[in-house]
């Protein structure tokens, strides 16, 4: 029998019994399936993929559409892991409409099973509202990629007191706001750890140290796939980028010297079939 969905409820379970959550990003259906298959919680369609799938220089460039291509994909493999579809840029910034649409397109066409955005008290209209449309959202503060022309790079926020109570405020009026989770990236280990503590909610760090109430972190990253640029708080588990490169070497030269395919990867032929035709 398949294994029960990981759900907004048992996101709050978590919470409760202390039980750490496991999320990674994924963008495509064999990933998925393997992420998923090796038990992990979550999987967040990030709009990462814009860096790590499509090779842009920031998240800024990513449409609905590419999401919803790639959260279809994703769907498809994970049988058992929450699927979380992330609203891109703009998506969310230009009325309450559009953003209840977007984010019922990621539920309805990318088979989501909820959606993430960036951002606390200016974008809480938005989160109501797709809340109110029976969409579960996950909040996402700290260093908010979306941002980046604002904050004027990829940086750690929330290092002073003005950051730190604004993210600490945000987090609560997200919170009261209904999202089942919130994404705490790039901040101080202390900061995370005072505001998971302050919630009833799950805390999902990402460079935001051990006290969040699970962690996530680009998939590439984590296998040591995506090397063009590896954040301090990346752990590689594996170092993927050698192995693949090992193995294309190893390929490329057997076709060169003709040792693959060899017998076992071929199709035959009965010899009187193959005499006539010559
Ligand atoms: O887009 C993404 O992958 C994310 C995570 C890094 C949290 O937002």
Same mark, same amino acid.
């Given at each position: ?68 291509? /790639? ?68 909040? /996402? ?138």
């Amino acid at each position: 029998m398949a294994e029960k969905r990981f759900t907004v409820s048992s996101f709050l379970k978590a919470k409760k019994n202390g039980e750490k959550i496991s999320m990674l990003t994924a963008y495509d259906y064999s990933t998925a399936k393997l992420l998923d298959e090796a038990g992990v919680d979550s999987l967040l369609v990030g709009d990462s993929l814009g860096m790590v799938m499509l090779g842009y220089e920031n998240t800024l460039q990513v449409t609905m559409d590419d999401m919803i291509h /790639h959260c279809r994909a994703v769907s498809r493999g994970a049988k058992r892991a929450m699927v979380i579809g992330d609203m891109p840029f703009l998506s969310y910034h230009v009325s309450i409409e559009d953003s209840i649409r977007n984010a019922g397109r990621l539920v309805q066409e990318g088979g989501a099973h909820a959606v993430k955005l960036e951002g606390g008290r200016e974008v809480l209209d938005k989160i109501k509202a797709i809340i109110n449309a029976q969409i579960p959202v996950i909040g /996402h503060l700290g260093l908010t990629p979306q941002s980046i022309n604002m904050f004027g790079g990829f940086k750690v926020q929330g290092k002073n007191e003005e950051q730190a109570k604004k993210i600490v405020e945000d987090a609560v009026l997200l919170q009261e706001a209904g999202v089942f989770s919130i994404v705490l990236e790039c901040v101080p280990e202390g900061l995370a750890k005072l505001i998971s503590q302050r919630l009833d909610i799950p805390t999902i760090g990402i460079g935001a140290g051990k006290y969040c109430d699970g962690q996530v972190l680009v998939t590439q990253d984590m296998l040591g796939m995506y090397t063009d640029f590896v954040p301090k708080f990346v752990k590689q588990y594996s170092s993927l980028c050698d192995l693949i490169k090992e193995s294309t070497k190893k390929y490329i030269e057997e076709i060169k010297e003709g040792s693959f395919p060899a017998k076992e990867h071929i199709f035959k032929i009965d010899n009187e079939v193959l005499e006539k035709l010559y």
